[in-house]
């Protein structure tokens, strides 16, 4: 086991510093001694540190994380990324030979049955939906006590790294990503499932251009219970209800959330900017929405003030649905459009205007020596 991996089981409680030093020293002098090597954890369970269970958990997230695990029929190939509620690998999918995509929900959630029975039924709530701007389910289980959601692989950048590359975004690229997350938002809300933390990280952008919203429904799984109130989301997108810690959020704070996401991308920074979380999330209850265009002068006012409304505080002020969303995003898309369109004929009629002609240059002199020439006269027809 890595560092990493060695701290984790420290930060999860299952063994203190000291216990996991002896361990490892145990381990390093059988080692050294040429005798029956037996790895850290291994040690921690002869020791009785950690139960036999918690090593055969140990000893999976062991194989995993080399990408030498196969879980019911997915042979597991490298390690993707990581955050509160666990892992996501790409593997392969046996049956079908494709590329798939396998959150793994993380060890210590796993041991919570109430939490892993809310996390089946929500991974099937979203494997039921099918659209294209979706990253889609397609298989929830368990395997050696993993639990798990296989999920499309789409072979993209996320946003976030888009935005960290590169800074910001044409207005017309912004306007076109936040369509295809209205139109997956639109489809999500109309089968009851509310993402609760759309941000940059959790949009990818395929290969063909698609704009793909992951991690839909799943967000509220953070919640240990969902009669208390839990904030969930991230500071710097979430909206004010969340923030307050309400439980009944409805689709509005989605769109808050997706407001301040067309605000980094159209200016390159989140709407609100602190040292801290806390500092972030008094911003978003407290202060008015940004405008973008005093980042960017650049950006249209149909489109600033479309963000401004999607990020008001109270929710009745905001855009009602995503479906009415839709409706506005297309109408500033063409409005964008159009005005670009005008700018750009406008610069080709200035370029194929004629012309005036230059002055005819001065005929040259004779030479002065000899006699001079007579003059030719031309004839007029």
């Not at 420290?10 to 040429?34: F, N, P, Q, Y």
């Not at 666990?86 to 919570?112: M, T, W």
């Not at 975004?169 to 295809?180: T, Y």
């Amino acid at each position: 086991m890595n560092d990493e991996q060695l701290q984790g089981i420290i930060d999860r409680g299952l063994a203190t510093e000291a216990e996991l030093a002896e361990a490892v020293e145990i381990s390093s002098k059988l080692s050294e001694m040429g005798m029956n090597a037996r790895s850290v954890i291994e040690v921690l369970a002869e020791k009785g540190v950690i139960t036999q269970g918690q090593l055969e958990k140990l000893q999976l997230e062991d194989r995993r994380a080399e990408g030498k695990e196969q879980i019911a029929g997915y042979r597991v190939e490298e390690k993707l990324g990581e955050g509160a509620m666990g892992s996501v690998y790409k593997a392969r999918q046996l049956s079908l030979d494709r590329d798939v995509a396998i959150k793994v929900l993380a060890p210590h959630l796993s041991e919570d049955e109430s939490y892993v029975q809310r996390f089946f039924t929500e991974a099937k709530a979203v494997a039921r939906l099918n659209h294209t701007n979706i990253i889609s389910g397609i298989d929830v289980g368990e395997s050696g006590g993993v639990n798990y959601l296989v999920m499309e692989y789409a072979d993209g950048k996320t946003v976030a790294s888009l935005l960290e590359r590169g800074g910001s975004m044409d207005e017309e690229r912004v306007l076109g990503i936040s369509l295809m997350m209205a139109r997956a938002l639109d489809h999500a809300h109309r089968n009851n499932l509310i993402h609760r933390d759309v941000k940059p990280d959790n949009i990818i952008i395929t290969k063909d251009g698609v704009a793909k919203l992951c991690d839909l429904g799943l967000a509220k799984m953070e919640s240990a219970d969902q009669d208390e109130p839990a904030r969930m989301g991230t500071a710097a997108y979430i909206s004010p209800e969340q923030a307050r810690g309400h439980t009944d959020i409805d689709e509005r704070a989605d769109l808050y959330s997706l407001g301040c996401t067309i605000f980094h991308m159209l200016t390159g920074h989140a709407p609100f900017e602190g040292e801290d979380a806390s500092g972030v999330l008094a911003m978003h209850l407290t202060e008015d929405a940004p405008s973008a265009r005093d980042r960017d002068p650049t950006i249209s006012e149909r489109t600033d003030l479309l963000v401004r409304t999607l990020m008001a505080k109270d929710p009745t002020d905001r855009v009602s649905s995503a479906k009415d969303l839709i409706s506005n995003l297309e109408a500033t898309l063409r409005d964008v459009k159009a005005a670009r369109g005008k700018s750009v004929g406008a610069a080709a009629a200035v370029s194929a205007a004629p012309r005036p002609k230059p002055a005819a240059a001065p005929a040259p002199k004779a030479p002065s020596s000899g006699a001079p020439k007579p003059r030719r006269r031309r004839r007029r027809m």
